[in-house]
Nanobody
Framework: QVQLVESGGGLVQPGGSLRLSCSAS????????MRWYRRPPGKERELVAT????????QYVDAVKGRFTISRDNAKNTVYLQMNSLKPEDTAVYYC???????WGQGTQVTVSS
């Protein structure tokens, strides 16, 4: 069974940084692209970043380009999201997901506020 466990969220001031982690199990992690999504308060879930199976290709939504970095460690079945220069509009619950499965984790809350 596919399991995704996100962690690393918290409360941070504007301009600060956080590193999110997503531990995956139940599928062949190295075969699939992975994505980070977020759901801001009162809004729909949106795609944030994608990384290829081997980690060599990444894509970002325009709102986070230059501030967020997605990476993965295939030996640990883990995908990361390094978030720098955080803004209040980055406040959301963040989720990871493979591109081939319909399962979601519980998410991790990120709150950017002074």
């Amino acid at each position: 069974q596919v399991q995704l466990v996100e962690s690393g969220g918290g409360l941070v001031q504007p301009g600060g940084s956080l590193r999110l982690s997503c531990s995956a199990s139940g599928f062949l992690f190295t075969s699939y692209s992975m994505r980070w999504y977020r759901r801001p308060p009162g809004k729909e879930r949106e795609l944030v970043a994608t990384i290829s199976p081997d980690g060599t290709r990444t894509q970002y939504v325009d709102a986070v380009k230059g501030r967020f970095t997605i990476s993965r460690d295939n030996a640990k079945n883990t995908v990361y999201l390094q978030m720098n220069s955080l803004k209040p509009e980055d406040t959301a619950v963040y989720y990871c997901k493979s591109t081939a499965h319909a399962y979601w984790g519980q998410g991790t809350q990120v709150t950017v506020s002074s």
